[in-house]
């Protein structure tokens, strides 16, 4: 059991039979009140951020996340299919149980995804990852005011804004918390 001394950024608990991680925290004593905690929290099912505040008497049960390295298949509409690497078995989830991180899976990529209670949660990509450029259209001609850049789409079918000397087929590394551009692979 974790009491509200234990609850630090990245601790991961579970709250209302729901597993969270703390993302900011900050503890607080006024006077002659009890401590209370006030943090921030992502939801690992559903990735939505909440904030609570919690009394110094509160407790709270660890949970295990584990995680295991899984390859992406394919996509069908709008699931997307996943095998176990340990097991070799498949599962599939949706766009919407994946979010954001669809615009960064590639045919064949290892990741490794989040487990809650044998179920997967959530998928851990990579702080930067490499993709082909598919599409590049033509810079403006005399647009450099400021650091010119222009719109191309990497293999992905995201749209990221890279500078002017990117071409169709180049290799760029790309932020995946952000989805930007970081430099030429």
Do not use: C, W
Request: net charge negative; no cysteine.
């Amino acid at each position: 059991m974790y009491s509200i001394n234990d609850l630090k950024t990245g601790t991961t608990f579970e709250y209302d039979n729901i597993p969270f991680v703390v993302l900011d925290y900050q503890h607080s004593k006024m006077g002659r009140g009890g401590a209370v905690l006030r943090t921030k929290l992502k939801n690992l099912l559903t990735n939505a951020v909440i904030q609570r505040t919690f009394q110094g008497s509160d407790k709270f049960t660890e949970v295990r996340i584990e995680r295991k390295k899984v390859q992406y298949l394919y996509r069908d509409n709008d699931r997307y299919f996943f095998m176990n690497q340990d097991d070799y078995n498949q599962f599939d989830l949706s766009a919407e149980d994946l979010g954001a991180t669809i615009n960064f899976l590639k045919d064949g990529e290892i990741a490794q995804f989040q487990y809650y209670k044998g179920q997967p949660i959530n998928i851990d990509l990579p702080v930067k990852l490499v993709f082909e450029v598919t599409e590049a259209g033509e810079g403006i001609k005399g647009d450099t005011v400021s650091a010119a850049t222009k719109p191309v789409t990497i293999e992905s079918g995201l749209s990221v804004n890279v500078p002017m000397f990117i071409k169709q087929g180049d290799k760029i590394r790309i932020d995946t918390r952000t989805g930007e551009y970081v430099e030429r692979a």
